[in-house]
C-alpha cells in the first residue's frame, strides 16, 4: 500500500513529492531498480489540462535529486503560456521541486506545469499524496488573522526613499513611474522577479485623451460618471468617477507617448453607434496593439513604462514581498518586507506607501469567505498570481476598511467538456473558450432558449445560474466568422477591427485556432446535423430541433420576439458542419471590491478620516465597483487603476 499524505504534511516533511499520478493521467517512461535513496533513478512522464492544451511534463532523478527538467507547452497560447516552460522548468531544477510559485498572467497553465511536475514527483517516489481541494475544504472564517508579528533583531537592512510602490502591476507600474517623474526618490517592490511581475492590462478606458478628440469621439464625462455609478447601483463614489474622467485623459496620452517611445501603439477604440443596441456602450476603450514583432505579453508595456521610470532614477526591488505595514503614530512610514533570501527588510517611505498589489482572486479563503456566490461561476482562474489579498490584510491590519459589498470581474468565456454540468456553489475547472461572449444561441440541457444572448459578460452567467446544471449550451455553424463580423460586439469580445482600424485584442483568426485545438481536445463537438448535434451534447434532439427551427425563423424575420435581442445578432444555424459546446462559469480576471479610499487615494479608517501616508490604488482598492463589472466601457477597471496610480504618486510627492 503507497504511503498516503496531505500536502500539508508532505510540505512538512523532508520528501519532495505530491500527488499520485493517477490523478493527472500521468504514464511512466521508464523506471530503474528501487534504491535507499529519496527517489527511484529513472525518466518519468505526466501530463495535465492547460489553458488551451495538454501539457506535458518530463522529469529525470537520479536517487536523491531532481537532474533534468523539460516541459512542452506548444499548444499554449503563443506569448503567454506557452512562453514559460524553459522557465518554470529552471525553477524547478533550482528549487528541487514541483511546488513552485505559478507564473503571473499564465497561471492555468502554470497549474498545469505543477500538476504534471507533482505526479512526476510522485512516481519517483512511490508515494500518493493526497492534495487538499480548496474549493471543497471549509473555508477559513478568519482569513485575515493576526498581523505578524517581527522582532526588531531579525531585520537585516533598512531602505530609505521617498515614495515606496507596493506591486508593478497597471496601477504600480504607473504609480513608480510618476512619482520618479516628479523627482522623488522612489523604490518600486515586486514579489516576483521580472518575468512574473503583472505587467499592464491591454485596454485603458479614458475621456478626453488626444485621439479621441482628434477623432471627434470624445464621451461626455457626465455620462460616463453616470454610467459606472449606474451599473453598481450606487455604490460607486461619485467623486471618484468623476476624478477618473478628468485625469484619465492625460494619464493615456502620456502613456501613448512612453508606448511610442518604444515603438508600441496604442489606439482609441470607435464603434458603430448608428447600429440598435439593448444597452449603452462607451467609446472610452483604448487597446496596446500588439503585433507579430512584440508579441503578445503584459510585461511588452510594463518595461516600456519603467525603463522610462528607470530612466528618472526609479529603483525596482524584485522578488520582495510585502509581510506588513509600519506606523510613526498613526501615519504610515514604511513596510517591513521579505526579499528573495527570504530575510526581513525595512523600507522606510518619507513621502507615502502606495499600496498596488492587486486584489485575493488566489486566496481561496477570502474568496470562499466574500464571495460564495462567484465561486460556481468560475470556469477558469485567470487572476494574477500574487492576487492573494496581501495588500488588503495589510492595510486592514494599519486600521484601514474593506468595501461590504463584494464581486468580482467574471466573462462568459470558458467551457467544460459535453458531459460535465456545474455545481452549486462550487467553481467547474473548464477551458478558455473566447469566443463565448459572441451572441450565438444558446440553450439549457432541455435544449430550450433560455435568455437574450447579447448581455454584458456575467448577466450570462446570472441567466444561466438557474438552469438545470448551472450550465447552458453554446451552438454555431460554419459561417460564423460572418456571423460575428455582423454582431459588431464591444470591448475585448470585439474579434474584427474597430471602426475606425484598431484591432481588437484577439483577431478572429486566432480565434479558428483556438477554437480548432478545443475541438481536437474534446470541448467544442462538430456535427454534419443538429440531431447529431444535440446527441453529441447530451441534449434532447427533439427539443432543441424545436428550438432551433424557431430560431431561424426569427432570424430570417430579423426580429428577436422571443428574447428581444437585436436582429443584426441573430444568426441561422443552417449550414454544416454544426459546432457546440457546454459553458458552466466563465473566465475570472479579477476581484473588484478592496481598501476603501477618499478622493486623494488615501486609505480610510473606521471613523472615515484619512490614514496618512498610505494610498491605495488599483484592484485591491475600493469606492468604485459593485456588483457586476461595466464591460460595455472597455477598459474600465484597468483605466482606473492607471489614472489613480498616476494621481496617487503626484498626491504622495506633494503631500497631499
Not at 41 to 48: D, I, K, Q, R, V
Not at 248 to 272: K, Q
Not at 498 to 524: C, K, R, S, W
Request: proline share 3%; net charge negative.
Amino acid at each position: 500500500m503507497k504511503n498516503e499524505l496531505t500536502r500539508r504534511q508532505f510540505l512538512k516533511s523532508s520528501l519532495a513529492t505530491a500527488a499520485g499520478a493517477a490523478l493527472f493521467g500521468s504514464g511512466l517512461t521508464a523506471m530503474a531498480e528501487e534504491t535507499s535513496g529519496m527517489y527511484t533513478p529513472g525518466t518519468y512522464s505526466a501530463t495535465a489540462r492547460g489553458m488551451e492544451s495538454e501539457v506535458s511534463v518530463t522529469m529525470t532523478f537520479d536517487a536523491n535529486a531532481i537532474t533534468d527538467v523539460t516541459i512542452d507547452v506548444s499548444g499554449e497560447t503563443e506569448g503567454i503560456g506557452a512562453a514559460i516552460g524553459e522557465d518554470m522548468a529552471q525553477a524547478i531544477l533550482d528549487t528541487q521541486t514541483w511546488d513552485i510559485d505559478a507564473v503571473s498572467g499564465a497561471t492555468t497553465t502554470s497549474d498545469a506545469i505543477r500538476k504534471a511536475a507533482s505526479a512526476c514527483v510522485a512516481q519517483a517516489t512511490g508515494s500518493e499524496i493526497i492534495i487538499e481541494d480548496a474549493s471543497a475544504a471549509e473555508p477559513n472564517t478568519d482569513w485575515l488573522g493576526e498581523e505578524p508579528a517581527v522582532d526588531e533583531s531579525e531585520i537585516t537592512a533598512e531602505y530609505e526613499c521617498d515614495v515606496l510602490v507596493i506591486g508593478a502591476g497597471t496601477a504600480g507600474t504607473f504609480a513608480a513611474a510618476s512619482a520618479a517623474e516628479e523627482g522623488a526618490k522612489t523604490i518600486l517592490i515586486e514579489r516576483f522577479g521580472h518575468d512574473m511581475a503583472s505587467g499592464i492590462r491591454d485596454t485603458l478606458a479614458a475621456c478626453g485623451s488626444r485621439e479621441q478628440l482628434e477623432d471627434g469621439d470624445d464621451v461626455d464625462k457626465i455620462t460616463a460618471v453616470n454610467h459606472l455609478c449606474n451599473w453598481s447601483q450606487g455604490y460607486t463614489r461619485r467623486s471618484l468617477a468623476k476624478l477618473w474622467a478628468d485625469n484619465s485623459g492625460e494619464t493615456i496620452d502620456w502613456f501613448t507617448d512612453r508606448l511610442a517611445e518604444g515603438g508600441v501603439s496604442f489606439r482609441h477604440e470607435i464603434d458603430d453607434h448608428t447600429l440598435p443596441s439593448n444597452y449603452e456602450f462607451l467609446d472610452v476603450g483604448h487597446s496596446t496593439q500588439y503585433t507579430e514583432e512584440t508579441g503578445y505579453y503584459e510585461q511588452l508595456t510594463m518595461d516600456k513604462v519603467l525603463d522610462y521610470a528607470v530612466g528618472k532614477g526609479l529603483q525596482i526591488d524584485y522578488e520582495t514581498t510585502m509581510v506588513k505595514l509600519e506606523k510613526d503614530g498613526e501615519r504610515v512610514c514604511g513596510i517591513i518586507a521579505s526579499n528573495a533570501a527570504g530575510e526581513y527588510v525595512r523600507y522606510k517611505a518619507a513621502k507615502g506607501v502606495i499600496v498596488a498589489t492587486g486584489g485575493y482572486g488566489m486566496n481561496a479563503d477570502m474568496m470562499a469567505a466574500l464571495q460564495p456566490h462567484t465561486q460556481e461561476m468560475i470556469g477558469v482562474n485567470f487572476n494574477k498570481a500574487g492576487a492573494k489579498g496581501d495588500g488588503i490584510k495589510a492595510c486592514l491590519w494599519a486600521g484601514a476598511i474593506m468595501d461590504t459589498v463584494h464581486t468580482s470581474m467574471i466573462f462568459d468565456r470558458a467551457c467544460i467538456k459535453p458531459d460535465e454540468i456545474g455545481q452549486p456553489g462550487k467553481s467547474v475547472p473548464g477551458a478558455w473558450f473566447w469566443m463565448g461572449s459572441q451572441p450565438f444561441l444558446k440553450v439549457n440541457l432541455r435544449g430550450e432558449r433560455f435568455m437574450n444572448e447579447y448581455q454584458p459578460y456575467d448577466y450570462v452567467l446570472h441567466s444561466a445560474s438557474g438552469q438545470p446544471g448551472h450550465t447552458f449550451v453554446d451552438v454555431w455553424d460554419s459561417k460564423y466568422e460572418a456571423d460575428i463580423e455582423r454582431f459588431a460586439t464591444h470591448g475585448c469580445s470585439r474579434l474584427y477591427p474597430h471602426e475606425n482600424g484598431t484591432a481588437p485584442v484577439f483577431p478572429i483568426e486566432t480565434i479558428v485556432g483556438m477554437n480548432a485545438d478545443l475541438e481536437n481536445q474534446g470541448y467544442i463537438v462538430r456535427a454534419d446535423s443538429i440531431e447529431e448535434l444535440a446527441q453529441k451534447l447530451n441534449i434532447p434532439a427533439d427539443t432543441f430541433a424545436a428550438t432551433v427551427e424557431r430560431y431561424n425563423e426569427l432570424a430570417e424575420k430579423g426580429v428577436d420576439e422571443d428574447f428581444g435581442k437585436e436582429g443584426y445578432r441573430l444568426s441561422t444555424l443552417d449550414t454544416p458542419p454544426f459546432f457546440g459546446t457546454r459553458q458552466c462559469g466563465g473566465y475570472f480576471i479579477c476581484t473588484m471590491d478592496g481598501i476603501q479610499i477618499d478622493d486623494n487615494m488615501h486609505a480610510i479608517s473606521a471613523d472615515g478620516s484619512p490614514i496618512e501616508g498610505l494610498y491605495v490604488v488599483g484592484d485591491c482598492s475600493g469606492n468604485y465597483f459593485a456588483g457586476s463589472y461595466p464591460n460595455l466601457m472597455g477598459g474600465a477597471a484597468a483605466g482606473r487603476s492607471t489614472t489613480f496610480g498616476r494621481l496617487a504618486a503626484k498626491n504622495a510627492v506633494k503631500g497631499i
